[in-house]
């Protein structure tokens, strides 16, 4: 099924533990995103990719990093992760930057403990 | 600082009966705005759009509507039915960066 594919979809880790959260996308977009969920909040935007080779932060990046691998893929990691990192994390897919319909995975719910 | 507000976390309406969300924002820099819908344990999926050069863009049972001077858009769903019940979220688009509220669940009741 065509679409936007992350891995995993749910993590625990402890206070400290790092980890990289997967993202794909078989649609051919130029620009992909990590946004998390917290309730209350709505989504909040973590960094984003306009096109391959470029990264921008977004709202709220500080914890964070990621990297574009190529066209298809935009992974983040979680170099040290805190309690305050719990949350659902979505990675998105558009065409172009900012406009259209974004196409999002179905989420990574992750907790720290 | 949320720009996109949407000031009412949920909304109870009869199957059949008109479904009507509200979203308001503050940057007058937004200059596209959409709908999403969101079930549980799924990512949001793309309902509805609509251009800050308009103020109407219908999809079947979807309209949007948006008073730019208001800063002020809504989302009505005619008829509700029972697979409408779900999250919605506002979203708002400025350069770079799609700005999302913080969502209205939708329960639509038999």
């Known amino acids: 099924n065509a679409g936007v594919t992350q891995t995993p979809k749910f993590q625990v880790l402890k206070t400290g533990q790092s980890m990289t959260l997967q993202c794909a996308q078989d ?3 130029n620009s992909m995103y990590w946004y998390r969920q917290d309730p ?3 989504l909040r935007l973590i960094y984003y990719s306009a ?14 990093n990621v990297s574009r691998l190529n066209k298809r893929e935009f992974s983040l990691r979680l170099e040290s992760a805190a309690p305050s990192q719990t949350s659902v994390y979505f990675c998105a897919s558009s065409l172009a930057t900012g406009q259209g319909g974004y196409t999002f995975g179905s989420g990574t719910r992750l907790t720290v403990v | 600082d ?8 949920s909304l109870s309406v009869q199957e059949g009966r008109i479904s009507i969300l509200n979203c308001d924002y503050t940057n007058s820099m937004f200059d596209y705005f959409l709908w ?19 103020d109407k863009n219908e999809d079947g049972r979807f309209t949007v509507f948006l008073n730019k001077s208001a800063k002020h858009l809504s989302l009505h769903i005619v008829p509700s039915q029972p697979g409408d019940s779900a999250v919605y979220f506002c979203a708002a688009s400025a350069r ?14 038999a």
């Open chain 1, 51 to 64: 096109s391959e080779g470029t990264t921008d932060k977004g709202e709220v990046p500080n914890g964070y």
């Open chain 2, 36 to 54: 999403y819908k969101k079930y549980p344990a799924e990512g949001p999926t793309f309902l509805i759009s609509i251009s800050s050069i308009k």
């Open chain 2, 2 to 9: 949320q720009q996109v507000k949407q000031n009412s976390p």
């Open chain 2, 96 to 109: 770079y960066k799609l700005s999302f509220g913080a969502g209205t669940t939708v329960t639509v009741r």
């Open chain 1, 40 to 42: 209350g909040m709505g």
């Open chain 1, 27 to 29: 649609m051919n977009h």
